[in-house]
């Protein structure tokens, strides 16, 4: 199945890029309120489903035991940008459990995000690993362990109870067989699950209806959800896409990105959720589908409609702030 | 017409991202060796016809009036990462002419490259136009101008004498039709055309052998795509694509790329000119796909071909240095 062009980025009068991709959108029931492309294939999340590998940090007790609130939850679902914000967070995370970073098995790298990497370069010798954007997952995963009394070493292993667990309620939510066939090894080290775009979806419609789960899980997902509804600077960073798209409506729209173009989003109101894949892997494409996608379900007219809308066709200016051309949605997403 | 997946990106054992592309490579003559995807179709080749674009730098005179050797028109050609040698290079250029930086019209940013950022985030406070990855090519435009007699300035506007005379190059170059109807704004201000990627590779064909062209056209080429291969670090930098790919055989391959994900390329000896787009602008999958045609006209089991290959098919590594997945071309660019 061919996926259809979804996205364009014109330059002059000429489309100079074109990007293809995979989107859905399903009710509280499951069902299918829109589709494109191949949305059984499988698609590896990434970082757009750290919010499922975060529940064992709630479940287990341990976030509560260790005092977390909407700061902690919000940094543990994060792709952060590596502001002093993020990293003093995730530390104050591993003190609490009464570790330090020298426990963390994601790696260091600089921030990804060149207005923080021009500040790190002038205030670090070099990054640590709490400056990588996934410390907040990582530091959560440290202190389920520390909670429960397992050894946290080796905990981004495929075969250390903690990925264990994570992988059967990444089952459980997306209904997919997980197993090493469709597993990749992550940017952080940890394992990450091909699932259908179909699957993820439903598995964030989960989260926030809390359909079909057990109350303790049910309880945590809207917990995490919640927490980074409340908290999006803690999600992403500053100007970064998933912490705009969560201020567009605060409390009203959660959003997540993941690497190579996946971006999964909810309007737990509306009991909606939406997953999409660029089959390039382009963010720039994932970006401008899913706010294409959340615009839809806003009244036309209102100030959410309008900033969404701009967020998925929106002009691009060189270095001399003149407008060279326009990445937009294509009407396949308004089919 | 559907433009092929030429390149495939891996994670575990699956495929987690593809690249569509199109690409062609001409003889001596113009006369197709392959082709794949829609090569008839326009395409903005952005910075990789800079080396057209520095036909009247040596043509007018200027070069030699201003003592300019390799590593001056290899700048000329360049989009550079901003390295103390790129940036030195350039001032030199323009002080030769008895110009300095205030002429240049291309605008100033910080390095696209995270190395030379950091260094450049260490010892700047900001960067200037000398930074900027097109200085060389605009400081040839501003030492052109000089050279002539024209006033420099407003030398990036599509009326400018200067654009006017790279406008009649590119046509006579490319075989296409160079109007306002396909001229869009490049990052540095300058106008860029869209032309089929057949005439742009017939066009970096005349350049390297001069056939149907005046002598003093033919010779200013053959001097510019020399220096470039004499200078590759002065094209692009430490590290980068354009350099690696001229470095791997020494006089005998020229390479440029150019934004949204153009690379043209040429084998002067064999008389063998090459140019790709990726379809979604990627600069990855255009690396790939330029370096799986160039090692087709190597030997097998050459130390040239070796390298090569290796460049379009090549393992990806996490922040922890594990390896996580491949970038590869596909069986169509060796149909």
């Known amino acids: 199945m061919e996926n259809p062009i979804t996205v364009?980025?014109?330059?002059?009068q000429l489309v100079e890029s074109r990007h293809r991709g995979l989107a859905i959108v399903v009710d509280a029931e499951g069902k299918i309120v829109f589709s494109a492309g191949d949305v059984d294939a499988g698609v590896f999340p990434r970082s757009a489903c750290k919010a499922m590998q975060a529940l064992p940090l709630v479940e287990?007790?341990?976030?509560?035991?260790?005092?977390?609130?909407?700061r902690e939850l919000a940094l543990a679902c994060a792709s952060h940008s590596g502001e002093p914000e993020h990293v003093a967070t995730a530390?104050?995370?591993?003190?609490?459990a009464g570790r330090d970073e020298s426990v963390l098995e994601c790696g260091a790298h600089w921030s990804s995000h060149q207005a923080v990497l021009i500040e790190q370069a002038r205030t670090l010798d070099k990054p640590t690993a709490l400056h990588n954007n996934c410390s907040g997952k990582h530091s959560g995963f440290v202190c389920t362990?520390?909670?429960?009394?397992?050894?946290p070493r080796g905990?981004?292993?495929?075969?250390?109870?903690?990925?264990?667990?994570?992988?059967?309620?990444?089952?459980?939510?997306?209904?997919a067989v997980?197993?090493?066939?469709?597993?990749?090894?992550?940017g952080c080290s940890i394992p990450t699950y091909a699932v259908p775009l179909i699957g993820l979806a439903r598995g964030f419609g989960k989260l926030a209806t809390g359909s079909g789960l057990e109350p303790i899980r049910a309880a945590a997902a809207r917990r995490l959800i919640n927490a980074c509804m409340a908290e999006p600077f803690y999600v992403a960073g500053t100007r970064r896409f998933c912490t705009k798209l969560m201020q567009v409506a605060?409390?009203?729209?959660?959003?997540?990105?993941?690497?190579e173009g996946v971006f999964c989003a909810l309007l737990p109101d509306k009991g909606l959720s939406f997953a999409v894949k660029a089959e390039d892997g382009a963010t720039r494409a994932a970006e401008a589908m899913i706010a294409a996608l959340l615009a839809r379900h806003f009244d036309e007219g209102s100030a959410e409609h309008t900033t969404l809308t701009g967020m998925s066709r929106h002009g691009m200016s060189n270095w001399n702030g003149l407008h060279v051309g326009t990445i937009r949605v294509t009407d396949v997403l308004f089919a």
Do not use: W
């Not at 075969?159 to 997306?174: F, G, K």
């Not at 997980?178 to 992550?186: A, I, K, Q, V, W």
């Open 155 to 175: 905990y981004a292993g495929f075969d250390h109870p903690l990925q264990q667990a994570i992988r059967a309620i990444m089952a459980d939510l997306t209904g």
């Open 145 to 151: 362990c520390c909670h429960t009394g397992e050894d």
């Open 60 to 70: 287990s007790g341990a976030a509560d035991a260790y005092g977390f609130g909407n």
């Open 250 to 259: 605060p409390g009203k729209i959660f959003a997540k990105t993941g690497a």
């Open 91 to 96: 530390a104050a995370m591993l003190k609490a």
């Open 178 to 186: 997980l197993s090493r066939d469709n597993c990749g090894t992550d």
């Open 8 to 12: 364009e980025v014109t330059r002059g």
